[in-house]
Structures are given as C-alpha cells and as structure tokens.
C-alpha cells in the first residue's frame, strides 16, 4: 500500500486538473498494460445508466477526451443527455479517481487531424463496424472490414462522417486514496463561480 501520509485537503494542488496529471503520469510510469482505460457512465433521457470501458485520448483544463463511433449507444445518450462521469482506477497505487461533467462534439477538425493518427487497420475498422448496432455474426463484420480494406486500396482512407470525438469537461472531481483500516482519503474539488472548491468526504 503506497505511503502517502501528505495526501489531503491541505496539501493538494488547487487545481484539479494539475492534480490528475501529477497522478496520471505516476500511473503511467507503472507500465500498465492500457494505461489509457478509463469508465465512462452515460445515460438516456429517462435516466438509465449504460458503462463501458473506453480510451482516454487526451486531456487538459478544458476536459477529458475520447473518440467513438457517434451512432453508437453512449453517443446517441450523449446526443440525448450531455451528462456523464468518469471513473479512472488505478490498483497499482490504490487510487481512483472520478470526474463528473458534461460531453460535447469535438470540432471534425480535431477528429480528423486524430482519425490520420490512427493505424490503417483501425481507420477501416471505423467504417466496417456499425458500432453498438446488431448483426448477424463474425463473418459478416469480416466482410464488412475487407469490403473497406479493398474500397480505399491505395489510397487514404477518409473519416467516416458518423466518427468523432467528445469532450468531457468536468464539474466535479474526486480523488481517493486508500489508507489503512478501510479510512480512505476522497479528496473533491467543486466547481463554484468558476473557482474550485476544494473539501474532503468521509470514506
């Protein structure tokens, strides 16, 4: 169990998002297998809660970004209900940290410029697969993917209009860390009139 005597209200950064990048990059010098994962909650205009892992793609103090498919179940929520949270867990430190917040569209300039990044087997895997939606089985998403991979031979492959990115941009963060005795650390920070403020729950 990591020893972190100077973890507190008091001894955080006042701002969350230097705080998460003080840990984020401690996590990813642990050499996680996907240190990127992280669980996105969403949910429908009537309130059902749908979670799923995904890929953390970036971030800074505008928010936490990520890419999907946007007829996919979490971006038609989103589409309906902009609410979200965030939840990073990390056992090599015994942290988690959540974030709550809303999502927007990323600009398809930003999407496309990430979308050339991506390997081509991927890039084909964006227009083969109507993601979230139902099918047949295997051999029909094969199909689909070598349909792709024949059409765009030799040449770039573009970005599916119906592929893109959200932003989270928080409200709300929370910080744990586990201590002995289950008397856990939870660290928040609130946004209040575009201040932080920062408190400490009871474990």
Request: hydrophobic share 35%; no cysteine.
């Amino acid at each position: 169990m990591p020893d972190t005597p100077d973890f507190s209200e008091k001894t955080v950064y006042e701002d969350p998002f230097i705080q998460f990048d003080a840990w984020y990059k401690e996590h990813l010098s642990e050499g996680a297998p996907i240190p990127e994962t992280v669980f996105l909650a969403t949910a429908s205009e009537g309130g059902r809660i749908s979670l799923r892992t995904v890929l953390l793609k970036d971030y800074d103090k505008t928010g936490f970004i990520f890419y999907t498919n946007y007829e996919s179940r979490k971006a038609r929520q989103l589409e309906k209900n902009e609410n979200a949270a965030l939840l990073f867990y990390w056992p090599e430190k015994n942290r988690q940290v959540r974030i709550e917040g809303f999502a927007g569209k990323l600009s398809a300039k930003i999407s496309e410029s990430y979308f050339r990044s991506r390997p081509r087997d991927s890039q084909l895997a964006a227009w083969a697969s109507s993601q979230s939606s139902e099918i047949p089985g295997r051999e029909y998403l094969m199909e689909r993917f070598e349909f792709y991979r024949s059409k765009f031979e030799g040449e770039p492959v573009p970005k599916p209009a119906h592929w893109g990115g959200f932003r989270i941009v928080p409200g709300w963060f929370e910080f744990w860390q586990d201590r002995p005795n289950r008397l856990h650390d939870r660290i928040t920070y609130t946004r209040e009139n575009d201040k932080w403020r920062i408190s400490r729950l009871a474990p």
